[in-house]
């Protein structure tokens, strides 16, 4: 008797983890912009670990989308391995990403990954067939 794996996938973490993704790249973007468009004066945002450049902080969103995006790519290969790897990754980095939106769906997308098992059909012994065709 053996199993046979059936290529579904774990869409919905796929989906809500490519959209953390999305919205961290986007975040970045529109920093970028407005840091590039604001000329000589780079804004400086003070935080716990002192001051932090726009510049850095839109690289750093780029970066951490992008990651995001590669990770929900592994989950979407389906293979079990993948997934639980991508799931990991996705949590860690939207949890990097340092905003709430991202962060919910990121942490959710992971937990998704996590708990996902693909579906398994047995095939049925012969003498059960044999029994179908009388």
């Known amino acids: 008797m053996y199993c046979e794996y059936i290529s579904e996938k774990p869409s919905y973490a796929f989906i809500l983890g490519y959209i953390s993704g999305i919205i961290t790249i986007m975040m970045g973007t529109i920093i ?8 000589p004066y780079s804004v400086k945002i003070t935080g716990p670990i002192g001051e932090i450049r726009s510049e850095s902080i839109s690289l750093w969103y780029l970066l951490d989308g992008s990651l995001i995006l590669m990770s929900a790519l592994r989950i979407n ?24 939106f991202t962060i919910l769906l990121g942490v959710i997308s992971g937990m998704l990954a ?13 003498s059960f067939e044999e029994k179908q065709t009388i």
């Open 77 to 100: 290969s389906g293979v079990p391995s993948k997934v639980r790897e991508g799931g990991i990754l996705i949590t860690i980095f939207s949890v990097f990403s340092m905003f709430w």
């Open 32 to 39: 970028l912009i407005v840091t590039i468009l604001s000329g």
């Open 114 to 126: 996590l708990i996902w098992k693909p579906l398994r059909t047995q095939s049925l012994p012969s």
